[in-house]
Antibody, heavy 120, light 106 residues
Framework: EVQLVQSGAEVKKPGESLKISCKGSEYSFTNYWIGWVRQTPGKGLEWMGIIYPSNSDIRYSLSFQGQVTISADMSTNTAYLQWNSLKASDTATYYC?????????????WGEGTTVTVSS | DIRMTQSPTSLAASAGDRVTITCRAGQSIRNYVNWFQQKPGKAPKLLIYAASTLQSGVPSRFSGSGSGTDFTLTISSLQPEDFATYYCQQSADTLGTFGQGTKVEV
């Protein structure tokens, strides 16, 4: 079964760093984009960015450019989302998903989500 | 960014009802719309892609239609497991925006 398995919930303080992960299995990890989406009660679902693992082509949403870093490790079929200095406003659930390429693309496989809580 | 506006934001329905959710794009996006279902505490699940193509494994009571700027998700006969929040999402951009969601409740 094709799966994306995300790392567990995190509780952090403002200013701390964090790296969460998303591990793919049972498919060719390098041949699909991996995307990250943030979900909050107030703003709904927001795209953060995508990465194509085979060549590390990364596209960030303007809202998240410079705020997070997306990366991938082909040797472990894992994508990452990283913050250098968390803010309380980063409190949210973060989902990774497999995004198909080409026209009329869509996201067919999702991770279970990682809840991040940032509080002093 | 292309704005996606869903309506209604919530609706009350009963099992067996026919339910229709609409999504309007801020500009023409051909058939580049996907629909997702999300239940509390769970990840969104793909129902429909390219406006009208049913994802494998999704019950046939779900259907999608539309092109250009106006799109519709229809549930022909609501089942108890269908009470959830539904999102449209456009795939005309590299990072396609989501609608704000429609909560279907009892």
């Amino acid at each position: 079964e094709v799966q994306l398995v995300q790392s567990g919930a995190e509780v952090k303080k403002p200013g701390e760093s964090l790296k969460i992960s998303c591990k793919g299995s049972e498919y060719s990890f390098t041949n699909y984009w991996i995307g990250w989406v943030r979900q909050t009660p107030g703003k709904g679902l927001e795209w953060m960015g995508i990465i194509y693992p085979s060549n590390s082509d990364i596209r960030y949403s303007l809202s998240f450019q410079g705020q997070v870093t997306i990366s991938a490790d082909m040797s472990t079929n894992t994508a990452y989302l990283q913050w250098n200095s968390l803010k309380a406003s980063d409190t949210a659930t973060y989902y990774c998903m497999r995004r198909l390429s080409g026209l009329a693309w869509y996201m067919d496989v999702w991770g279970e989500g990682t809840t991040v809580t940032v509080s002093s | 960014d292309i704005r996606m506006t869903q309506s209604p934001t919530s609706l009350a329905a009963s099992a067996g009802d026919r339910v229709t959710i609409t999504c309007r794009a801020g500009q023409s996006i051909r058939n580049y719309v996907n629909w997702f279902q999300q239940k509390p505490g769970k990840a969104p699940k793909l129902l429909i892609y390219a406006a009208s193509t049913l994802q494998s494994g999704v019950p046939s009571r779900f259907s999608g239609s539309g092109s250009g700027t106006d799109f519709t998700l229809t549930i022909s006969s609501l089942q108890p497991e269908d009470f959830a929040t539904y999102y449209c999402q456009q795939s005309a951009d590299t990072l396609g925006t989501f609608g704000q969601g429609t909560k279907v409740e009892v």
